[in-house]
């Protein structure tokens, strides 16, 4: 950790000295060997990303999936990809910001902005967090209906109780919370893999749907769901999440030790990026391959999906991994959301609340209304506050990508490791792009309540 004096030469562009490290109680917890081969070094940063990775493949990214692949085949395929290079770029912006300035976005944003601006990000941020552990409530409460036939309410419920399960792993160690989240991918990825394969899908139809094609601009509803797949696809929780986690390694604070860590992080979360993208495109693939090829173009509720896979794959088996997938996507999802609760309370606050205490705030937070739609109004409710929980993330999103655009663009703020122009301009075409759909999507939502 640098002493106050390195911390004052080097952020002139700082309003506020540097406080306490992010996640203090695992910063720094995982050792880097400055002499080690660079993949025993890459191996070290591996982690941060796949925790990261699981945000863009939450169950509020599902419906848009399953409702692109069933209702056009494989030509969205392009967007995911598309939407895939846009979160590697702005990931690789957070975790340059921390590695460079010793803070993550939410400290970055306390430092650098007067108070009352600074209140109004963390309050948008708070929101935003809220409305994340929203939907993976919901998303994993649908996950224990489909697989164990648990009722909604109650499974939202249930969903509290991994409160527990967080906080037991923080104690022993960080690199157990990646290890659950790996193991999680896993399951995820083995049983889309054989949903897969019991699809049978049209590999050359396949290849081609990763290539841009004009019809998706040109057909209003194929552009509508394209616009849907894109601005679901960065979450502002995932920008601080990836800034107060890859400090987990403990690197070496020269310029050498910060740029190898700087490109080792962004491998790591490049690679895990690149697999999230092969568990949104396998999402996509069985929908157009189980629905699409047979002629159910109208899928979009994760129960409809769930209940479908029987009859048109001819096999039991689908319909119980695609439940079982969903319900480790929610699990993950609420493991993530709960550290980027964290972060963004002591980055902007500097208040210090215990792990589970700050766990039980949020989780109630997000079990209140999800329990009481769902008790009152069914499934129907449910599938209704996810959406709004997407549009609350829309209109919070500008208020996370434009200050992490802007600091990283800062040779005051960062120094050596300011970000290159030509990534700058591609970042900032990447945000005004995302804003813009994101707002598109919030009046079509409204135009159609």
């Not at 002139?12 to 000295?17: D, S």
């Not at 092969?278 to 629905?291: E, T």
Request: aromatic letters at 8%.
């Amino acid at each position: 950790m640098r002493t106050i004096e390195e911390e004052k030469a080097s952020g002139a562009g700082w309003r506020r000295e540097r406080g306490a490290p992010s996640l203090s109680e695992v910063h720094s917890s995982i050792a880097v060997d400055p002499g080690a081969p660079n993949w025993r070094k890459a191996a070290a940063f591996l982690g941060p990303g796949y925790l990261v990775a699981v945000g863009y493949m939450d169950p509020g990214n599902w419906a848009t999936s399953i409702a692109g692949g069933s209702r056009f085949g494989y030509t969205l395929l392009f967007v995911v990809l598309l939407s895939s290079l846009m979160a590697m770029i702005l990931q690789a912006l957070a975790a340059r910001l921390a590695i460079a300035t010793g803070r993550d976005l939410a400290q970055a944003c306390r430092d650098a902005y007067p108070a009352p601006v600074a209140a109004m990000l963390w309050l948008f941020a708070e929101i935003a967090i809220c409305a994340t552990d929203l939907a993976e409530v919901i998303g994993t409460a649908i996950g224990l209906n489909l697989l164990f036939g648990i009722p909604l309410e109650i499974g939202v419920l249930i969903t509290a109780l991994d409160v527990f399960l967080v906080l037991y792993l923080q104690t022993k160690g960080f690199r157990w919370v990646e290890a659950l989240v790996i193991t999680l991918l896993g399951v995820i990825a083995v049983s889309f893999l054989v949903q897969i394969v019991m699809a049978d899908p049209v590999w050359g139809d396949l290849v081609r749907g990763f290539a841009p094609t004009t019809q998706i601009v040109t057909n209003p509803n194929m552009l509508y769901l394209a616009l849907g797949i894109i601005g679901a696809t960065v979450m502002p929780h995932n920008l601080y999440l990836h800034s107060g986690i890859v400090q987990t390694r403990a690197y070496h604070t020269d310029s050498q030790g910060k740029r190898e860590a700087i490109r080792f992080a962004t491998l790591d979360s490049t690679l895990a990026l690149l697999f999230a993208l092969a568990i949104n495109a396998s999402i996509l693939i069985l929908a157009a391959s189980a629905f699409h090829a047979k002629g159910s173009t109208e899928v979009v509720e994760l129960d409809k999906a769930h209940a479908l896979l029987h009859p048109l794959l001819g096999s039991a088996l689908a319909p119980t991994l695609f439940a079982i997938a969903l319900l480790c996507c929610g699990l993950n999802s609420t493991v993530t959301a709960t550290m980027a609760g964290q972060i963004v309370m002591e980055g902007f606050l500097n208040i210090r609340l215990a792990p589970w205490l700050r766990r039980l705030i949020t989780r109630g937070i997000a079990i209140v209304p999800a329990a009481a739609v769902t008790i009152y109004y069914g499934d129907k409710g449910a599938g209704q506050l996810l959406i709004l929980s997407q549009v609350i993330l829309s209109l919070q999103l500008p208020f996370a990508v434009i200050p992490l655009v802007k600091f990283t663009a800062e040779r005051r703020k960062m120094g050596e490791f300011t970000a290159p122009r030509w990534l700058t301009a591609v970042a900032g075409i990447i945000a005004a792009t995302i804003i813009v759909l994101n707002i598109k999507l919030i009046f079509d939502v409204l135009a159609g309540g």
